[in-house]
């Protein structure tokens, strides 16, 4: 009897950890995958250009270059937040400028050779939107610059 006890305790167990192991996986590699119908229709035109078709904004055009304020950017395709308004810098390149990412993982960064120029483009790790570029050129402590689209991002402020 005892025996046969310990059996169901050790399938339980087993079947514990494998859901669990589940879910982990289903969390770590979570990515948001929409059709371009589907994007387009969440997105004003400009967002889409910029997101999905890795365009850039104007200079000193989009809403955030000069934005002040206290809070947090997310991604406006999958909300995920990318940048706390503490890192944002004034570089008068005419764009919204951060020396770091919120962490490393919600960002992907990717070699870009296109426009005759070699760059480091930098997307949301969640649903591979663009966000801009990574450059060299910035302020301690990082020495980096996110170089990032306004129509990217949406800014929430927090207390
Ligand atoms: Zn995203």
């Known amino acids: ?42 997105l004003n035109d400009e967002q889409y250009y910029v ?13 955030y270059w000069n934005h002040k304020e206290y809070g947090i950017y ?15 810098f004034d570089s008068g390149c005419g764009w919204p400028s951060y020396f770091s990412p919120i962490n490393s993982n919600v960002i992907i960064e990717k070699k870009d050779i296109s426009h005759g120029m070699i760059r480091t483009e930098v997307l949301c790790s969640k649903c591979n939107a663009h966000l801009g570029h990574v450059f060299p050129d910035g302020p301690p402590p990082t020495g980096l610059r996110y170089c990032i689209n306004s129509a990217s991002i949406l800014f929430r402020s927090i207390d």
């Open 74 to 88: 997310s991604c406006i395709c999958c909300n995920q937040d990318l940048f706390l308004s503490d890192t944002k």
């Open 1 to 42: 009897m005892k025996k046969y006890f310990l059996q169901f305790l050790l399938i339980f167990f087993l079947i514990f950890t494998i859901a669990c192991n589940k879910n982990n996986n289903k969390f770590m590699s979570e990515k948001i995958i929409k059709t371009e119908e589907e994007w387009m229709s969440q």
């Open 51 to 63: 997101t999905r078709l890795r365009g850039t904004e104007r200079a000193f055009s989009g809403k």
